[in-house]
């Protein structure tokens, strides 16, 4: 090669052998609902991927990119990133906020049936995951922030040559992307699309930005007070409270006094730490678990319930879909359900959480449920759970309990 590239200049990209030679259709999106026509790969991995090979063709990074080196990825969902390249004999250090996502990803590579050559490392969001990496590629957010946090760590911890690759749907795609990326980058080029997809090429790291999270923010909750909620990128709402939310609590008090609540899908921790204070003032239930399959959720309850002194009543869990809650030892879940897989609006992944729900729940327990009042969950909640009556809505939100039969 006669040199890097200039900023603003990106090698073109054609199909490659990292695409042409794997097989896509293989890959399965268990744990994720399985559908005629829903598939585990997107056009946007596969220009990712394609776009990854012109940089290496061009030489860049040869001696830590090249066969065997390693590249970092992050959120792939499935593995469609990290199976070609691992089948390619490159080393992958990958980072993946959702349990669900690290859960399917490991089910690709344990059944895949060909050799995967390259050497698999897992990681959190933590500066070894991308520590000198030259290149990474990113399965662009939905969320800003999550956009943003990816963005800081890497620009302060890659080498100073790296190329991050952002790629997504167009549809899903927004110049408010490149903004974020142009904070931390001193080079954003978007790339020409195919098949209604795009990859963004970031270079040029701006380093000793302030980490843009955690971020707190002080909210007065129904019946307790002020609380502190913490927040990091990949957190569903970010420090506030959701409205649906805030209704529910509105009613919360209303539930059956118990030993133990659980609060599914925890987020920033708001229903939790309601939870748990009401319990401090010899209240509902005792203790609580706080559980999420998003590792940044995680995080920001453990902050928020030491920001405001109830760590030693709750219990915070990464687990997807309450899988490792035994069966019937629960009298009461506390749910805001997500309506989003990724970047698309699946309530199938709201169906999976009341299904995990009645397995969860002891005959009699109860589930508090809070949902838009147009997806009109309340004959899924009867079917999945039982008898399930309306505590109250809004022109928004319709909060339900549904009793185990
Ligand atoms: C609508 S948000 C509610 C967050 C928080 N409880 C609140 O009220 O602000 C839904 C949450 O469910 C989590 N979630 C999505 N799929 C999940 C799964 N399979 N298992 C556990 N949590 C999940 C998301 O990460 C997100 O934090």
């Known amino acids: 090669m006669s040199g890097p590239l200039p900023f603003g200049r990106t090698p073109p990209v054609e199909r490659s052998a990292l695409t042409a030679a794997f097989a896509f259709d293989a890959l399965s999106r268990w744990p994720y609902p399985e559908a005629p026509g829903l598939q585990a790969h997107d056009a946007a991995d596969l220009l990712l991927l394609d776009t990854l090979q012109a940089w290496l063709d061009a030489g860049h990074g040869a001696d830590a990119t090249g066969d065997g080196g390693a590249v970092v990825v992050l959120e792939d969902r499935h593995g469609a990133l990290t199976l070609p390249l691992l089948a390619a004999g490159h080393d992958v250090r990958v980072g993946q906020d959702a349990l669900a996502h690290e859960r ?12 995967l050559p390259g050497a698999l490392h897992r990681g959190t969001l933590d500066p070894a995951l991308v520590a000198g990496a030259h290149a990474v ?32 749907r167009d549809k899903h795609m927004t110049p408010r992307q490149n903004t974020v990326l142009g904070r931390y980058f001193q080079s954003v080029v978007p790339g020409r699309g195919r098949s209604k997809s795009r990859v963004v090429t970031a270079r040029g790291p701006v380093r000793g930005r302030p980490a843009p999270f955690p971020r707190t923010a002080v909210h007065a909750l129904p019946g307790v007070g002020p609380v502190a909620l913490a927040a990091h990128g990949a957190t569903f709402g970010g420090t506030a409270v ?32 309601y939870l748990a204070m009401l319990a401090r003032r010899g209240g509902r239930a005792a203790a609580v678990v706080a559980t999420d399959q998003s590792a940044d959720a995680c995080a920001s309850t453990a902050l928020t319930v030491g920001l405001n002194g109830v760590a030693d009543v709750v219990e915070v ?15 009461l879940l506390v749910l805001n359900p997500p309506f989003h897989a990724g970047n698309a609006v699946d309530t199938r992944v709201a169906l999976r959480l009341f299904e995990a729900a009645a397995r969860v729940l002891r005959p009699g327990g109860e589930l508090w449920c809070v949902w838009n009042s147009h997806l009109m969950y309340r004959p899924d909640l009867e079917r999945a759970v039982g008898p399930t009556r309306q505590v109250t809505r809004d022109r928004t939100f319709t909060v339900t309990v549904s009793t185990r039969g």
């Open 242 to 273: 959701d409205p649906g939310t805030r209704l529910l609590l509105e009613h919360l008090g209303e539930a059956a006094t118990v030993d133990r609540a659980v609060d599914v899908g925890c987020g920033n921790g708001t229903i939790a730490v």
């Open 104 to 115: 399917s990803l490991d089910a690709n590579v344990s059944r895949w049936a060909t050799p």
């Open 317 to 331: 869990r990464r687990d997807d879909a309450l899988a490792s809650f035994p069966e019937a030892s629960e009298q």
């Open 137 to 168: 590629l990113l399965v662009l957010p939905r969320s800003l922030d999550a956009l943003e946090q990816w963005a800081h760590l890497v620009a302060e911890h890659a080498a100073d040559d790296v190329i991050l690759l952002a790629g997504g």
